[in-house]
């Protein structure tokens, strides 16, 4: 089975600043996809960003980008220049082509990121 | 607009009393999905449905029953609410199956069970 770890429940970083999320997880495929998603407090879940675990260049999307390390199983999001509208739960999520991820989203626990002005 | 719908936003009830959290969409997707949040535990997936009449237990089934009649519309039913299945819940769908398909949520259902 698939895990997604995020070990750091709360952070925060003020406006303007960078910050760093971690997430760690564990399978035994080969083909999958990495997700970032945030939660604003209206609750919509919104994908920030996506990685392919085939492609070796790190994702891109305007302020955020990941690091992602294969063989570690790790895919921190850093946000640059963070904005106050950045403030939200962020999760850490998993995909793959098959076995026991087929057909679903394995989500991490969490972390809420507070951007202060 | 493109969307995922649920009904109710929000939603108080009583242990034992059948509910039905209602999901549409509007993009033609085939594929469709509900997740709880719980704090700490993340989203994690209840039901799943690739098609019409096509239904698959996810990771926290119990207690769930789902239907999948039309192509737009995926309800959860809970026949008889537990405490324990205060949570929130969202309905995603996507367009097929995933990984490469991005899914799309709905707002969410906030459900408490007394």
């Known amino acids: 089975a698939q895990t997604v770890t995020q070990s750091q429940p709360e952070m925060s970083v003020q406006e303007a600043e960078t910050v760093t999320l971690s997430c760690t997880y564990d399978?035994?495929?080969?083909?999958?996809?990495l997700f970032w998603y945030m939660q604003p407090p209206s609750r919509q879940m919104i994908l920030v960003i996506r990685?392919?675990?085939?492609?070796?260049q790190n994702a891109t999307e305007n302020r955020f980008s990941v690091n992602f390390q294969k063989a570690a199983k790790s895919f921190s999001l850093k946000i640059s220049d963070s904005q106050l509208g950045d403030t939200a739960m962020y999760f850490c999520?998993?995909?793959?082509?098959?076995?026991?991820?087929?057909?679903?989203?394995?989500f991490g626990q969490g972390t809420i990121l507070t951007v202060h002005p | 607009e493109a969307q995922v719908t649920q009904n109710p936003r929000y939603l108080i009830t009583v242990t034992g009393k059948k509910l039905t959290v209602t999901c549409s969409q509007n993009m033609n997707h085939e594929y469709m999905s509900w997740y709880r949040q719980d704090p700490g535990l993340g989203l994690r997936q209840i039901y799943y449905s690739m098609n019409v009449e096509v239904t698959d237990k996810g990771d926290v089934p119990e207690g769930y029953k789902v239907s999948r009649k039309e192509k737009r519309n995926f309800p959860l039913i809970l026949e008889s609410p537990s405490p324990n299945q205060t949570s929130l819940y969202f309905c995603?769908?996507?367009?097929?199956?995933?990984?490469?398909?991005?899914?799309?949520f709905g707002p969410g259902t906030r459900l408490t069970v007394l």
């Open positions: 990685q392919e675990a085939y492609k070796q």
């Open positions: 995603a769908s996507s367009s097929g199956i995933l990984p490469n398909n991005e899914q799309f």
């Open positions: 999520a998993f995909a793959a082509y098959g076995g026991t991820s087929y057909g679903k989203l394995t």
């Open positions: 399978t035994s495929e080969n083909n999958y996809y």
